[in-house]
């Protein structure tokens, strides 16, 4: 069992940068692909970003790329999503999600945490 919390979430300006952190709880969280979604009201849920078990295999979804980026610390089992130069779409509540398998994240991946709201102001 994994239990994930997000914190870091905010309201900011436009051009902005935020820290997103998910807190991990189970000695298997280093097995786990990690990831981020995000949720804007009244759309689906979307795919922001991954990181395979070993720190690898990254990749982004194209709304964010250049501009977010994704990093993990298995020895304190720690995800992390930096966002720089914030835009107003990007305004969602953000989940972090693992996988049990090592590779990849998705809308089916086992476990979630409870959200953190990002607001960008234009």
């Known amino acids: 069992q994994v239990q994930l919390v997000e914190s870091g979430g905010g309201l900011v300006q436009a051009g902005a940068s935020l820290k997103l952190s998910c807190a991990a709880s189970?000695?298997?969280?280093?097995?786990?692909?990690m990831g981020w979604f995000r949720q804007a009201p009244g759309k689906e849920r979307e795919f922001v970003a991954n990181i395979n078990w070993r720190g690898g295999n990254i990749y982004y979804a194209d709304s964010v790329k250049g501009r977010f980026t994704i990093s993990r610390d298995n020895a304190k089992n720690t995800v992390d999503l930096q966002m720089n130069s914030l835009k107003p779409d990007d305004t969602a509540v953000y989940y972090c999600?693992?996988?049990?398998?090592?590779?990849?994240?998705?809308?089916?991946?086992?476990?979630w945490g409870q959200g953190t709201q990002v607001t960008v102001s234009s």
């Open positions: 189970g000695r298997t969280f280093s097995s786990y692909a």
């Open positions: 999600a693992a996988d049990r398998g090592p590779f990849k994240v998705s809308v089916t991946s086992t476990y």
